[in-house]
């Protein structure tokens, strides 16, 4: 057994702390993947106890093997292939019927089982008492009290999956389906399969039948599920009524149910119809801001270490020619240094999500304001990730992976972009100093009013592009306790979503950034060379400078000039650069930027630009991060789609204006 590795499925129910388990179980080293041909995620464990190795997979969370979604439909897929030594049911101890209708599920395939009965000290307050080994006796499978938040239960759900080939196979026959059970034993022998893998051709399960559909297509096995029928009438209603049957039978027998716990004064305020709404978005803007305005020291010290470091000179001492010094000083430590200013928002973004996740903040922010969510087509939860993407839209992205539903996952990695982030607001507001100094707080105000008009519009149609990914999720609504998770899992949690940023799109950040670089020291004449980084005349003979040239028209009927069109290319590099192009272009420090643009920039053309800069173009890490969570195609298109949603709202606001001026 030490040459074979062990590989076990974690399944479980949405919100029963699967997520939890796995990050116990893993350390910190978690592979996260697309399921191929989707854009689901599944993450892969892999470690070794006493010099046997074992490999996890943790499955999306569902509630049966019938799936209505594309990430139940990759868990009941994985789970009925059959290609594992056994499989770990994580169950929510609040909730023990859907837990048992699951497992019954899992049990009736025949495959080593452990049942994971998670937060058990919540069920425990609430007045849940439950007769584990009874109940472990009657389903013939070890049962696993536990608590992950404080690692109970870990230890002996470690020891058992590496003595998972040890484990015997549960009650196969816990449901008496009755009149179906000789239909059952018929196909089981006719076909070889397991009893539960009968039933599920008896309930005519269409994953089941993708995988096997070549021995359910003879004559043979039609005419028994024809008959069952005749006799029985809908299969698929009569199997799930004899499972929830099953579960609420073994529930009364080996449970204890607890009382509902009264809604605290707290939460009578956020449920409440007429205030809670506001209250909710009041409170995540809260949570967000302090979190943010905490790491702006980080950021500022972090960029003030970066800055103190005399790269140039260390370079000039080890190379001589000025391309190369170029090359490594704007291209690659530019690059390098990008990415390190990254970290902190990424890490300001995980925290904010996983705080509110884990809090039981997440409930309460969504339930309230679900209904206006999906009226004006955001998903529910997607407005916690569209705030947060007001700090960055790379980490807010990164972090829409957590979110349980493919469908809502990449319907809200594609709305984020069109949120201003913290450089684009900058740009804005820098504008807007200039232009409108008396008008600050209503311009503070325009760049999100025009970011959700953009939402709208790309989830209005995204919609029937996303049809075939499937449903929105059914969210869960069950509150749970408030809490301040700063726990061990938390940390891991938090570091996960940082690493794995880091190492997916480090690489490919700091690439991209050395060939913007190439394409702005070289042009169709050739190589240029670095001074064109310092004398705006050679930097239109770039190719970057030939592309600001190609966007000038398109901006120039609204007054807009050529140099601020040059610069604008150079963020879709990264905004932070847009400032210093000005600089450059305009041959002035950035503190006269203002002054410049007060000269060359008219209010119609000044309110123009705001709106265009607000969402004309996601930077490079943007669209790196993107493309992992929603793929090539989508994220090309929405990047067009983008782009001509900023001019067509740019042209429509310059002639509002106009006209109002005059």
């Not at 470690?47 to 990759?74: C, F, H, Q, W």
């Not at 192009?581 to 309110?607: D, K, M, Q």
């Amino acid at each position: 057994m030490q040459s074979k590795i062990i590989k076990v499925l974690i399944a479980g129910i949405p919100n029963s702390g699967k997520s939890t388990i796995v990050s116990e179980l893993s350390g910190v080293a978690i592979k996260t993947a697309n399921y191929p041909g989707t854009t689901v995620s599944i993450s892969k464990v892999e470690y070794s106890i006493d010099g046997v190795k074992v490999s996890i997979i943790d499955l999306p969370g569902t509630y049966s093997l019938r799936a209505n979604m594309m990430d139940e439909a990759v868990a009941a897929r994985e789970i009925l292939r059959g290609d594992y030594d056994g499989i770990i049911v994580v169950g929510s101890a609040l909730e023990p019927e859907q837990t048992l209708y699951l497992l019954i599920q899992i049990l009736e395939l025949g495959k080593p089982a452990i049942l994971i009965l998670n937060m058990m000290d919540m069920a425990l307050r609430r007045g849940f008492h439950y007769n584990i080994n009874e109940l472990s006796r009657a389903l013939g499978i070890p049962i696993l009290p536990a608590i992950a938040v404080r690692d109970v239960g870990m230890k002996q759900l470690k020891d058992l999956i590496v003595r998972i080939h040890e484990v015997k196979q549960g009650n196969v026959n816990v449901v008496n389906y009755g009149k179906l059970e000789k239909y059952i034993e018929t196909l089981t022998s006719a076909l070889g399969v397991s009893r539960g893998l009968a039933i599920e051709i008896l309930a005519g399960n269409p994953i089941l039948m993708e995988l096997i559909g070549n021995s359910v297509s003879n004559d043979y096995v039609k005419q028994i599920v024809e008959k069952a029928c005749k006799e029985i009438g809908d299969l698929d209603n009569y199997i799930k009524s004899m499972r929830w049957k099953t579960a609420r039978e073994l529930t009364r027998k080996f449970v204890v149910k607890g009382v509902a716990s009264s809604i605290s004064k707290y939460d009578e305020l956020f449920m409440n119809p007429r205030y809670g709404p506001l209250l909710s978005i009041l409170l995540l803007f809260a949570i967000a801001e302090t979190i943010f305005l905490a790491l702006e020291p980080l950021v500022n010290l972090l960029s003030a270490a970066l800055d103190s470091i005399p790269i140039n000179a260390i370079i000039a001492q080890y190379v001589n020619n000025e391309l190369m010094q170029s090359l490594i000083v704007d291209g690659v430590w530019s690059g390098v240094t990008t990415l390190i200013d990254f970290i902190p928002y990424v890490f300001g973004v995980a925290f904010l999500i996983a705080f509110i996740e884990d809090s039981g903040l997440i409930v309460r922010i969504s339930f309230p304001i679900e209904r206006w969510l999906r009226r004006v087509g955001i998903p529910s939860r997607g407005l916690i990730y569209l705030i947060a993407g007001s700090g960055c839209n790379v980490p807010a992205i990164t972090a829409t992976k957590a979110m349980p539903s493919t469908r809502d996952r990449v319907l809200t990695a594609l709305m984020i972009p069109y949120i201003p982030c913290t450089a684009r607001f900058v740009i804005i507001s820098l504008i807007a100093a200039a232009v409108l100094p008396h008008l600050m707080g209503i311009v503070v105000i325009l760049p999100y009013t025009v970011a959700l008009i953009g939402v709208v519009i790309i989830s209005s149609l995204s919609k029937i592009r996303l049809r075939f990914i499937g449903r929105s999720a059914p969210y869960s609504y069950t509150l749970p306790p408030l809490i301040i998770p700063l726990h061990k899992t938390f940390i891991k949690k938090v570091w996960h979503y940082t690493y794995e940023f880091i190492s997916r799109a480090g690489a490919l950040i700091i690439i991209f950034v050395i060939i913007m670089w190439l394409l702005s020291v070289s042009g169709p004449s050739g190589i240029i060379g670095p001074e064109a980084l310092r004398d705006p005349s050679l930097l239109r003979q770039t190719w970057l400078g030939i592309v600001g040239n190609l966007m000038a028209p398109l901006l120039s009927p609204i007054g807009i000039p050529w140099e601020v069109s040059a610069a604008l290319v150079y963020g879709y590099i990264f905004k932070e650069v847009v400032l210093s192009t000005l600089s450059l272009l305009y041959g002035v420090e950035e503190g006269g930027l203002a002054h410049a643009i007060r000269s060359f920039i008219s209010l119609p053309s000044a309110v123009a630009l705001i709106t265009f800069v607000t969402f004309y173009s996601p930077c490079i890490a943007t669209l790196i991060t993107e493309r992992q969570v929603v793929g090539l195609k989508l994220t090309v298109v929405n990047t067009i789609l983008q782009f001509a949603i900023a001019l067509g709202l740019a042209y429509m606001m310059y002639y509002i204006v106009l006209f109002m001026v005059g």
